[in-house]
């Protein structure tokens, strides 16, 4: 974590902010391309090894044009979906890290095309694991935000990351060398960037042993009280022991959030209360 955030203070300048934007107006692109002339893209635009090794470099760029799904009604909910998904890990991630965990995915796709391409398997990738990488970060940072399937079911992300994960192993066990080579190459973003900034001191032995020190010579607290409580679900520290709570410095008053309403409430001002 160290080394991140030593890249991000060199290198954090030159993130692109608001990345979704340019995502979803190249999805845009490709929607219309669907459906004027597909063609244009598989001759063009597609990520073809081949072509790249020819000389047109481009496609390592626009293959990020052709969209997450056929139909109109589909891609339109699909794009506004990632477009939330991406907008909000940039918010709580940061520009730069944002930027490095997808363009790691981008650069793992084109490294899965050219092995695949060098082993002699003629496969055309697209953004179908990138867009996976996406909603796996997002279901990591907030695993028990909910989603409504047909706008009626309501379902929490680490489940519908958990049916993805049974997706992708699936894939592993089951699928061909390409099949193999295109979901590990696809989803090294997710794997390393997860491996490298995750927090490990939960699992120092010196940690763990200063912190059961600490629990035993503090007093025990009264049952039925608490400490923490979202201002907007009203959960507890009670409810789950890996909730975290914060206030808000932005809402003018004593609110605290847990970390699935941190970045999502609505602030409260003077004027609001």
Request: glycine share 6%; with cysteine; net charge positive.
């Amino acid at each position: 974590m160290e080394f991140f955030r030593k890249l991000e203070r060199r290198y954090g300048r030159y993130a692109i902010h608001n990345l979704m934007n340019y995502i979803v107006a190249m999805y845009v692109v490709g929607m219309i391309l669907q459906y004027v002339n597909p063609m244009l893209y598989w001759q063009w635009l597609c990520l073809n090894p081949e072509a790249i090794l020819h000389g047109q470099i481009w496609r390592i760029v626009t293959f990020m044009v052709w969209p997450p799904f056929g139909g109109l009604v589909s891609n339109a909910l699909m794009i506004y979906l990632y477009y939330s998904l991406g907008s909000t890990l940039e918010r709580v991630w940061g520009a730069f890290r944002f930027n490095v965990y997808f363009f790691l995915g981008i650069l793992g796709h084109v490294a899965a095309s050219l092995l695949l391409y060098f082993l002699g398997t003629r496969v055309i990738l697209t953004t179908t694991y990138l867009n996976m990488s996406l909603f796996l970060a997002f279901a990591a940072t907030f695993p028990d935000l909910q989603f409504y399937i047909w706008f009626v079911i309501p379902i929490k992300a680490k489940w519908l990351a958990l049916i993805d994960s049974l997706v992708i192993i699936q894939g592993l066990l089951f699928g061909g060398t390409s099949s193999r080579v295109e979901i590990i190459f696809s989803l090294l973003n997710f794997i390393l960037f997860f491996i490298i900034t995750r927090n490990y001191s939960r699992v120092n032995p010196k940690e763990i042993r200063r912190k059961q020190e600490f629990k035993s010579q503090v007093k025990i607290k009264p049952q039925g009280r608490t400490h923490h409580r979202c201002a907007v679900c009203g959960r507890t520290e009670l409810d789950g022991d890996d909730l975290e709570f914060r206030y808000c410095s932005k809402c003018e008053g004593n609110y605290e959030y847990c970390q699935d309403h941190l970045y999502t409430h609505k602030h409260v001002t003077k004027d609001s209360q």
